[in-house]
C-alpha cells in the first residue's frame, strides 16, 4: 500500500538493535504486516469515490507511529493499548479498513400515528437514502398496552407507532421486503413479543428467521436506571432477555439480540464517565446471566451490541468509544474467556444527544447534531442517528429529518474523514483523555462489584443518585453561566419565529382502538386462550419463553395479552424514588 | 396574613408523573431545586394517574401540584387532573407543570384553569418565584 511503504523502510531500519527491542519490533512488524493483509481482503465500498484529498494526495488509510521515534516501552505500549483496527483490543476500531469497508449505517429512528403513517416515513427515509430501519413505539406499545387499553389515553401513536398486534406490524411493514433491510426496534419489556411479530410477519413474506437482520434494544437494566420502562422486577426481566439471546442464538443467527445502551442514562443526566461505566456493567451482567444459563460465550457474544450517546463535548465523546471499546475487548477475552474475536469487539450504535437540543433557536440543533454526529464517526461508531432540530418540540417532521439525515451524508462524502482511520489515534490528548476515562469506568466498575453487582446496584439506587445528582449538577452549571449553552444562557433572542411542528391528529387514537377491538372479536380466541396458556406455563416452568410468544403472535394474541400473563406471573416492580 | 409571631408554614409541593411518560429528569431536578428553595416537596414518581395525583394532594395537603408530561399527552391528563380538582373540591391548589407541550395547548390549558406551564430551557427562577408568588396570593385569597 502506498500509504505504508514509509513505514516498512523505517521499521526495517531499526531492526538491527538491540535483542530485547527485537521482540517489540518484530511483534510491531508483524502485527502492522497482519492488518495489512486483512485490509487487503476487506470489502471495499462500492462506486467511484475517490479516496484522494482536494489536493490530489491519496489519503493515509491509517496513522501510525514511526518506530524509531519510540522506546521499547513506548511500541509495547502502542501495541498494548492500541493495536490495529481489526484486532484485539480494538481500540481504533472493530473493522481493519474501517469506513472504506463499508460505511456506517444511517439508521434514522422514526414512528408516530398509525403503522401506516410510519410505514410511509420509513419509506421516505430509504427513499433519501438511510441504509437501516429503525422503530420507535408509542408509550403504550412500550409499557405493554393496547390502544385502548385506560393507561393509552391521549398516548396513541404520540411518541412513536402504536402497535398492539401482529396486524398492526404487518401494516406496519407493508411493502418492505424483510430479508432486504436491517431493522432496529427501541422496545424493552416487552421486546421479546415485538421480536416475535417481527418473526410473523416475515413468514407471511417467505422470510425464514435465519435470514433475519437487525436489532432489538432489549436492555431492561438500564430501564430501572434511566429510561424507566421496566414492568417486571429486574431477575424475571434478566430472564426473558437470556431466553431470547439463547433462542436467537440458534435460530435467528445474524440478528443482535440486544442493544446495550447508555444513551438513555446519558439523557437521564449522567457524565460521560457514567454513561462509559453504567452501559458495560449492564453489558456484563447480560453475559454474566447467559453463562449462568450455560451459553456458549462464543455462540452470543458476537451478536450482543452497544448503543452510545453523542453529546456535545467533542473529544470527551470520542476518547469514551475508544475507551468502551477497549475496556468491552479486555472483559471478554480475560474475565469471560471468549476465544473469538468476533467475540471481543464491540460494536454499537449512537444517537446524537437530545438533552443537548435547545427550544430556543431550533434551527442551532442541525450544528449541535452535525458536530455530534462527526464525533461519533471518528469514535468508529457502526451505526448513526442523527436529532432532527424539532426534537425539543415534537416528533420530526419530513424538512427536519430530511436535513438530519443528509448531515451524516454529508460527513459521509464530504468531509473525507470516513477516508482514515482512527485518524486521532496518536494525539497526545486524546490518548491520554481515553486513558483517563477507562481508569475512571474502572473505579464505577470496584463500585458497583461493592455493592455487589448491577441488580444489587440497582435496588440501592445507586445508579440513579448518581444519574440524579449529576443531572443537578449540570443544571446549577447552567444555570450559573459555568456552562454556556447558545440561545439559552448566552444569546439569548426574545423574539422567536415559530417553526412547523409535527402534529399527531385525535384521529389516531380513535382508529387504533377500533382496530384492536375489531381483530379481538374476528380471531379464533381458543386459540389464543391456548396460546397465552402455553406462555403462562413457561413462565412459571422456566422453558423458553420465545417459542410461546411467537404462537401467541401467529394467533394474533394481542401485545398486552401477553404481557398481562406475565404480569400476573412475574408481578410488577416498585420504584422506590430518590431525587 | 397570619401575625408576625406565627412561622410562615413551607411550602408544600406535590411533583408527580402523570400517564406512561418515564422521563424523570425534569421533574427530579424541580424538586432538588424546590427543596433547596425551602419548600417541602413530595414526589409522588411515575405513572401516577390524575385520580392517585388528586388524592395523594388533598393527603398531603399541598400548596400546588406540578405535573411534567413530555409524552404528548398531556391535553388528556392535565385536563383530567383539572377535573378532578373541582370534583374534590381543591381548586384552591395551584396546578402547574412542564414538559413538551406545543404553545397552543398552553394556551388551551391556561384557559382552563392550569396554571403556567414551564418548557425546556425555564431557568429555575422563573418557576421558584411564580409557585411563592401564586401560593402566596391563594393563601391571602384564603385568609383575606
Known amino acids: 500500500m502506498a500509504d505504508m511503504s514509509r513505514h516498512e523502510g523505517e521499521v526495517s531500519r531499526a531492526q538491527g538493535t538491540a535483542a530485547t527491542e527485537e521482540d517489540v519490533w518484530s511483534r510491531y512488524t508483524t502485527s502492522v504486516s497482519r492488518w495489512q493483509q486483512r485490509v487487503k481482503t476487506s470489502p471495499r465500498r462500492p462506486g467511484n469515490e475517490t479516496t484522494t484529498n482536494l489536493s490530489g494526495l491519496e489519503t493515509d488509510l491509517l496513522g501510525l507511529p514511526d518506530p524509531n521515534d519510540l522506546s521499547e516501552q513506548g511500541l509495547e505500549r502502542y501495541l498494548d493499548q492500541l493495536g490495529l483496527p481489526g484486532e484485539y483490543p480494538f481500540t481504533r476500531g472493530v473493522q481493519s479498513n474501517m469506513y472504506r469497508g463499508k460505511l456506517w449505517t444511517m439508521r434514522m429512528f422514526a414512528g408516530f400515528g398509525t403503522p401506516e403513517d410510519t410505514n410511509r416515513r420509513f419509506k421516505y427515509l430509504l427513499e433519501k437514502g438511510q441504509t437501516g430501519l429503525s422503530t420507535a413505539f408509542d408509550m403504550p406499545t412500550l409499557m405493554g398496552y393496547d390502544s385502548d387499553s385506560d393507561w393509552s389515553l391521549g398516548e396513541v401513536g404520540k411518541c412513536g407507532v402504536a402497535i398492539s398486534s401482529l396486524e398492526d406490524m404487518e401494516r406496519l411493514f407493508d411493502g418492505i421486503p424483510l430479508d432486504r433491510v436491517s431493522t432496529s426496534m427501541t422496545i424493552n419489556s416487552p421486546a421479546s413479543i415485538l421480536l416475535a411479530f417481527y418473526i410473523s410477519v416475515a413468514e407471511k413474506q417467505g422470510v425464514p428467521s435465519h435470514k433475519l437482520r437487525g436489532t432489538l434494544q432489549n436492555d431492561i437494566l438500564k430501564e430501572y436506571i434511566a429510561q424507566k420502562e421496566y414492568i417486571f422486577p429486574p431477575r424475571e426481566s434478566v430472564r426473558l432477555i437470556t431466553d431470547l439471546i439463547e433462542y436467537c442464538t440458534e435460530h435467528l443467527p445474524l440478528w443482535n439480540t440486544i442493544s446495550i445502551s447508555g444513551y438513555h442514562i446519558r439523557e437521564a443526566g449522567s457524565t460521560a464517565v457514567q454513561e462509559l461505566a453504567f452501559t458495560l456493567a449492564d453489558g456484563f451482567a447480560y453475559i454474566e446471566a447467559c453463562l449462568e444459563r450455560g451459553l456458549d460465550i462464543d455462540a452470543f457474544a458476537p451478536r450482543l451490541s452497544l448503543f452510545f450517546n453523542a453529546h456535545s463535548n467533542f473529544f470527551e465523546e470520542i476518547a469514551k468509544y475508544r475507551a468502551a471499546r477497549r475496556i468491552w475487548a479486555r472483559r471478554l477475552r480475560e474475565r469471560y474467556g471468549a476465544k473469538s474475536p468476533r467475540s471481543w469487539l464491540m460494536k454499537f450504535h449512537t444517537q446524537t444527544a437530545g438533552c443537548s437540543l435547545t427550544a430556543q433557536q431550533p434551527e442551532n440543533n442541525i450544528v449541535r447534531t452535525a458536530l455530534q454526529a462527526l464525533s461519533a464517526v471518528l469514535g468508529g461508531t457502526q451505526s448513526l442517528h442523527t436529532n432532527s432540530m424539532d426534537e425539543t418540540l415534537a416528533l420530526p417532521t419530513e424538512k427536519a429529518v430530511k436535513i438530519a439525515l443528509r448531515t451524516q451524508q454529508i460527513i459521509a462524502h464530504e468531509s473525507g474523514v470516513p477516508h482514515t482511520i482512527d485518524p486521532l489515534g496518536g494525539s497526545y490528548f486524546v490518548e491520554a483523555l481515553t486513558d483517563r476515562m477507562e481508569e475512571e469506568a474502572e473505579k464505577y466498575f470496584e463500585k458497583i462489584e461493592e455493592l455487589g453487582g448491577v441488580i444489587p446496584a440497582i435496588e440501592q439506587g445507586f445508579f440513579q443518585k448518581e444519574i440524579a445528582a449529576a443531572a443537578y449538577r449540570y443544571q446549577l452549571e447552567v444555570e450559573q453561566k459555568r456552562r454556556i449553552v447558545v440561545g439559552v444562557n448566552e444569546y439569548v433572542e426574545e423574539e422567536t419565529e415559530p417553526i412547523e411542528i409535527l402534529k399527531i391528529p385525535e384521529e389516531v387514537e380513535i382508529k387504533q382502538r377500533e382496530r384492536i377491538r375489531a381483530l379481538r372479536a374476528r380471531r379464533d380466541n381458543a386459540a389464543v386462550r391456548k396460546a397465552l396458556d402455553g406462555l403462562r406455563r413457561a413462565a412459571r416452568d422456566g422453558t423458553n419463553t420465545m417459542p410461546h410468544f411467537i404462537e401467541c403472535s401467529r394467533c394474533y394474541a394481542t401485545l398486552q395479552e401477553q404481557m398481562d400473563v406475565l404480569r400476573e406471573e412475574f408481578g410488577e416492580y416498585r420504584e422506590t424514588y430518590a431525587f | ?144
Open chain 2, 1 to 144: 396574613m397570619a401575625s408576625s409571631s406565627q412561622p410562615e408554614r413551607k411550602i408544600r409541593v406535590l411533583l408527580a408523573k402523570p400517564g406512561l411518560d418515564g422521563h424523570d429528569r425534569g421533574i427530579k431536578v424541580v424538586a432538588a431545586t424546590l427543596r433547596d428553595a425551602g419548600m417541602e416537596v413530595i414526589y409522588a414518581g411515575l405513572r401516577q394517574t390524575p385520580k392517585m395525583i388528586v388524592n395523594a394532594a388533598i393527603q398531603e395537603d399541598v400548596d400546588a401540584i406540578g405535573l411534567s408530561v413530555l409524552s404528548g399527552a398531556h391535553m388528556v391528563l392535565f385536563t383530567e387532573t383539572l377535573k378532578l380538582m373541582k370534583e374534590m373540591g381543591c381548586e384552591h391548589i395551584l396546578l402547574f407543570g412542564g414538559g413538551i407541550i406545543p404553545d397552543e395547548d398552553v394556551e388551551k390549558l391556561k384557559a382552563a384553569g392550569v396554571g403556567e406551564l414551564f418548557l425546556p430551557g425555564t431557568p429555575s427562577e422563573a418557576y421558584v418565584r411564580y409557585i411563592e408568588e401564586e401560593v402566596a396570593k391563594r393563601r391571602r385569597d384564603a385568609h383575606p
